[in-house]
């Protein structure tokens, strides 16, 4: 069963940056794709940004211009670099892999609590 770890939450105020990391027990051989979702207090949870093996990314529009997401395969490690943070950023942010298989099927982290104070 591969696991992912996340780190790098904490709390910080409004304008300040985070470097969230989240470490995939298994090689990225085995991962098609990682991303990033984030439920807040009484919301869905929600998709932030996406990375694929080939190094394609996506980010929701409310991440766009402040969030960078990356991968190390060699460390096999995903990033999620927040910038520029805002107090609606607040939530639980999970890890989330895609991983090949007949079907493909994803696992969770188990979070990291991301706090923006005004």
């Known amino acids: 069963q591969v696991q992912l770890v996340e780190s790098g939450g904490g709390l910080v105020q409004a304008g300040g940056s985070l470097r969230l990391s989240c470490a995939a027990s298994?090689?990225?051989?085995?991962?098609?794709?990682m991303g990033w979702y984030r439920q807040a207090p009484g919301k869905q949870r929600e998709l932030v940004a996406t990375?694929?093996?080939?190094?394609?990314?996506t980010y929701t529009n409310t991440a766009k211009g402040r969030f960078t997401i990356s991968k190390n395969n060699a460390m096999n490690t995903v990033y999620l670099q927040m910038n520029s943070l805002k107090p609606e950023d607040t939530a639980v942010y999970y890890c989330?892999?895609?991983?090949?298989?007949?079907?493909?099927?994803?696992?969770w982290g188990q979070g990291t609590q991301v706090t923006v104070s005004s």
């Open positions: 990375v694929t093996s080939g190094g394609t990314t």
């Open positions: 989330n892999a895609q991983l090949y298989g007949f079907p493909p099927y994803d696992i």
């Open positions: 298994s090689s990225m051989s085995s991962i098609s794709a």
